[in-house]
């Protein structure tokens, strides 16, 4: 195939990506003043730090330091630090899993046990596997599906016998907050808790879920482009520098090399964007989530609720479709309507529709259009034709909001 071809092939998918109503819960999309410098001739050149007059010297290593960059970052990392509570904070990790191995690589070694949320009750799928990659050991968290949090009294049981060395909050399916505080007080203070809060990071900016650090964990792990819209990176934030230093020592001298300047560029800016429109934003995302789950209930379909009768608590609506017969017909039903979403069935093996509500909250959308939605969903789910009411709803939303655009 010539590559005239190709491109044209992805020109073509990238009008297609713009007609679509995307509605899962692990994208979102960049503001136009954040995504401009993704196309920057600086995406060409590494990023060290700003040096001394310009020059960076670790002798006999010297090279260029590009000053105005670092002090784009210091501003974002003053702002972040402020808003998720911590003392210390990197934004050097290329993904949330690259964020992931730096933090378990720093502080376990080969032979220690770690442990995990079971990807059937909402871990993350890449966890296990790098752990028994760098010959680390794992056990699991005991969760309860009732109340969707985890067993406390059992995870110090095992924790102790086990000899676990960190406790690591992957989760990546979840409509509520965890119990923290009652894991601190039963883990006791030596144990290191890491909570990776790739889904929600956003939402914490925002004031609008739990503290993890506040509330006893050592360190959050995340990526940054899904409540947080940001270009796709990592980062890692501690409750205290000792901490940092231990971890940030260890991914100097080789699990980081280029921090790919255009995307710090790109993840400072939106972190700004958080500092000033984060509450806001977050807000109403909650609120989207939760018409949108009254709306789907309103319609005959069962929605996961939280124990506290709510639909949700952050950008993750779970509506239940296990009795729909054939999941590809299912899912197809919903493609062929422009309409993105993801199935699972984490959470008790019941199929569901994962959607999110972080992408269409940042393009304007709000609780009257979240009924619209579910009509869509509806619609979709019964084997309708409505693509082009579909294109036509979504072509009014061509703004990024709570943005610096």
């Known amino acids: 195939m010539k590559i005239n071809k190709l491109i044209s092939n992805i020109k073509k998918l990238e009008k297609r990506n713009s007609n679509f109503l ?225 971890v940030n020592d260890v991914i100097s001298k080789g699990l980081v090399s280029s921090s790919h300047t255009h995307h710090l560029i790109s993840l400072s800016i939106s972190i700004l964007e958080m500092k000033k429109y984060g509450k806001e934003y977050a807000k109403q995302i909650i609120k989207n989530s939760n018409q949108l789950g009254a709306s789907l209930e309103s319609l005959g379909y069962e929605v996961r609720r939280t124990p506290d009768g709510l639909y949700s608590l952050n950008h993750q609506v779970h509506l239940y479709i296990d009795n729909f017969g054939n999941r590809k017909k299912t899912y197809n039903n919903l493609v062929k309507n422009n309409i993105s979403t993801n199935f699972d069935d984490r959470l008790g093996n019941r199929l569901f529709i994962r959607l999110g509500t972080q992408e269409i909250t940042r393009r304007g959308m709000r609780e009257k259009d979240m009924e619209e939605i579910a009509i869509f969903i509806d619609d979709s789910l019964k084997g309708k034709n409505i693509k082009n009411n579909v294109i036509k709803f979504n072509s009014r939303f061509k703004n990024i909001y709570y943005s610096f655009d």
């Open 22 to 246: 995307h509605l899962t819960a692990y994208e979102n999309q960049l503001s136009e003043t954040a995504n401009g410098f993704l196309f920057s001739k600086l995406s060409e050149r590494y990023f060290f730090g700003s040096g001394v007059k310009g020059i960076i010297d670790w002798n006999p290593f010297t090279c260029l330091g590009l000053k105005d960059i670092q002090d784009l970052i210091d501003e974002a990392n003053s702002s972040m630090k402020k808003m998720i509570n911590c003392e210390s904070f990197t934004p050097l990790c290329l993904s949330g899993v690259h964020a992931m191995m730096c933090a378990i690589l720093s502080l376990s070694n080969p032979g220690d046990t770690v442990m995990i949320v079971a990807h059937k009750d909402g871990g993350h799928f890449a966890t296990s596997h790098i752990l028994k990659r760098t010959g680390r050991k794992y056990v699991y968290a005991p969760f309860n599906l009732e109340s969707l949090d985890f067993d406390s009294k059992k995870i110090k049981d095992i924790f102790k016998e086990k000899k676990c060395k960190l406790l690591y909050l992957d989760i990546s399916y979840c409509i509520n907050p965890i119990n923290i505080k009652v894991l601190r007080k039963s883990l006791g203070n030596k144990a290191i808790i890491i909570y990776d809060a790739s889904h929600t990071i956003g939402l914490m900016m925002g004031g609008q879920f739990q503290s993890p650090l506040k509330e006893g964990a050592d360190i959050i792990c995340a990526n940054t482009h899904k409540t947080l819209p940001g270009p796709q990176k990592g980062l890692i934030a501690f409750k205290n520098k000792k901490l940092a230093k231990k």
